[in-house]
T-cell receptor, first 114, second 112 residues
Framework: GAGVSQSPRYKVAKRGQDVALRCDPI?????LFWYQQALGQGPEFLTY????????KSGLPSDRFFAERPEGSVSTLKIQRTQQEDSAVYLC????????????FGPGTRLTVT | SQELEQSPQSLIVQEGKNLTINCTSS?????LYWYKQKYGEGLIFLMM???GGEEKSHEKITAKLDEKKQQSSLHITASQPSHAGIYLC????????????WGAGTKLIIKP
């Protein structure tokens, strides 16, 4: 089937604007992860869902970041009042019930805050 | 902060030459995952290693996990332009909620 998809691929926001990033995981995948990747760095964990339950949000950098997965499939990462330090690539990954660590990634959303 | 050390940070290799990328952890790993990333794209899963001493190959790429399960190497034989990209190792240390801990990546450039 289709892989993980993310939209938009690129987003430019003015400082202070709210943004919403969407992730469509692989169909049937139970686990969904959001990562933040700064230029030249590996991904940094933001949050993890198992079905619709957000089991870990310890990586969210501030209360301006909010993620949801209301029906256990599509997920949205929302960033309120964007700041320049939020500029990064936001990656979504999903994994099946077999091995949650074997994660399949979407192409990412490159967010630039001006 | 990066809890996995990858070396080298970048590598320029003549097409056709072999190369090795390393990934080292200070803690024992339950699993080590190699991914490749091209600019503007997501991470592509390459291989997973879970047992000490395990070795896996896919086409011209071979990955090994040492017996202590703290170090992994990725070896490319007879490199091709299609191998260019950023190679990332991700680790399962079983001390987190299914999240992978990542190295900073190795940028590989293949000179024709």
């Amino acid at each position: 089937g289709a892989g993980v998809s993310q939209s938009p691929r690129y987003k430019v926001a003015k400082r202070g604007q709210d943004v919403a990033l969407r992730c469509d995981p692989i169909s049937g995948h139970v686990s969904l992860f959001w990562y933040q990747q700064a230029l030249g760095q590996g991904p940094e964990f933001l949050t993890y869902f198992q079905n619709e339950a957000q089991l870990d949000k310890s990586g969210l950098p501030s209360d301006r970041f909010f993620a949801e997965r209301p029906e256990g499939s599509v997920s949205t990462l929302k960033i309120q009042r964007t700041q320049q330090e939020d500029s990064a690539v936001y990656l979504c990954a999903s994994s099946g019930s077999g091995n949650p660590y074997e994660q399949y990634f979407g192409p990412g959303t490159r967010l630039t805050v001006t | 902060s990066q809890e996995l050390e990858q070396s080298p940070q970048s590598l320029i290799v003549q097409e056709g030459k072999n190369l090795t990328i390393n990934c080292t952890s200070s803690k024992t790993l339950y699993g080590l995952y190699w991914y490749k990333q091209k600019y503007g794209e997501g991470l592509i899963f390459l291989m997973m290693l879970q047992k000490g001493g395990e070795e896996k190959s896919h086409e011209k790429i071979t990955a090994k996990l040492d017996e202590k399960k703290q170090q992994s190497s990725l070896h490319i034989t007879a490199s091709q332009p299609s191998h260019a990209g950023i190679y990332l190792c991700g680790a399962d240390r079983r001390d987190s909620n299914y999240q992978l801990i990542w190295g900073a990546g190795t940028k590989l450039i293949i000179k024709p």
